[in-house]
């Protein structure tokens, strides 16, 4: 079995952003592609990520389009919610209300955070402790710094992510993005946080550090970020997944048609050929997201 962890889909085509070529528009891959792909890759379920903060998507997937996609096909699509920590100005009564809804409605977790402002921001611990205490993993994106980009600012070393994750002790962070991955090196310079750095990884990586000191942080291996962390040297990567089996969960980070997933051959190769255990490698790809999210499967 596989659970892909992190996906973004649309019930219909609508615009996400830049491609991959410079100055190409494209769109968001739709719940029927997303099905077709899964069955490509031999992937059972999927976690469908909305996208509703600005800063995002050119159009937004909410969380309502993926409730509608579970009720389609809840064999296949796990639904998360994503209401923005900015929400009716950041109003805190609203923003508990809303998600004691969804959670009603079958959301099994938050995510994929987008929303540009500081890891510690107030509007942002008010949705940590709202999570905390409905039992809602978060799934965040990490962004370098303040009006640049998408995500959860915070600095190099993520202090600010320490911070909440001693602050909100029972509540599930599942890190993810460019500065969170390239963390993974004890040698990042500050112009290399959103970017895949090369090469060896040195120790004293903060995110081996924080992964190994705080229980409550999990790591999606989704998109190029993941995928460059565990395959920049192999050697590292290796020990990595099988020193952080329990904590690791496989992704892809889809959202458009024809997507690279790069994340797949590697894991299947690394395990075909016994470098990584059944056990690291069931763990990842099904049994820890199956564990965390209290999937009846």
């Known amino acids: 079995m596989i ?43 999927s976690v469908v990520l909305p996208l509703q903060s600005p800063e995002s998507s050119i159009e937004t997937v909410s969380t309502r389009d993926v409730l509608e996609m579970y009720k389609r096909y809840p064999d296949k699509i796990v639904p998360f919610c994503n209401p923005d920590p900015r929400l009716y100005l950041g109003n805190k009564k609203a923003l508990e209300f809303i998600l004691e809804e969804y ?4 959301c099994k977790g938050v995510g994929e955070v987008t929303a540009n402002i500081y890891f510690d921001d107030p509007r942002a611990l ?24 998408y995500g959860l600012v915070d600095e190099l070393g993520l202090p600010r992510l320490e911070k909440v994750l001693k602050m909100f002790p029972d509540l599930i962070f599942i890190g993810h993005s460019q500065p969170f991955w390239a963390e993974i090196s004890g040698d990042l310079r500050p112009e290399e946080r959103n970017s895949y ?28 970020s993941g995928y460059n962390a565990i395959s920049r040297d192999e050697e590292f990567g290796i020990w990595f997944l099988e020193k952080f089996q329990d904590k690791l969960l496989f992704g892809t980070d889809i959202d458009f048609p024809g997507q690279n997933l790069p994340q797949i051959p590697y894991l299947r190769r690394l395990h075909e050929e016994g470098k990584i255990s059944d056990k690291a490698y069931e763990k990842i790809m099904y049994k820890n997201a199956k564990k965390l999210l209290k999937l009846n499967i």
Request: hydrophobic share 35%; charged share 25%; proline share 9%.
């Open 103 to 106: 959670k009603k409605m079958g």
């Open 126 to 149: 008010n949705l940590f402790e709202i999570c905390e205490n409905l039992g809602l993993p978060i799934l965040f994106h990490i962004g370098p710094k303040p009006n640049c980009c």
């Open 197 to 224: 750095p090369k090469g060896k990884v040195v120790p004293g990586g903060r995110v081996v550090e924080l992964l190994e000191n705080y229980p409550n942080l999990y790591a999606d291996l989704s998109a190029g």
């Open 3 to 45: 659970i892909d962890i992190h996906t973004h889909c649309s019930l219909k085509p609508i615009w996400l952003g830049y491609g991959p070529t410079p100055g190409e528009f494209i769109r968001f891959i739709t719940i029927d592609e997303l099905l077709e792909r899964m069955k490509k890759e031999s992937i059972d379920i």
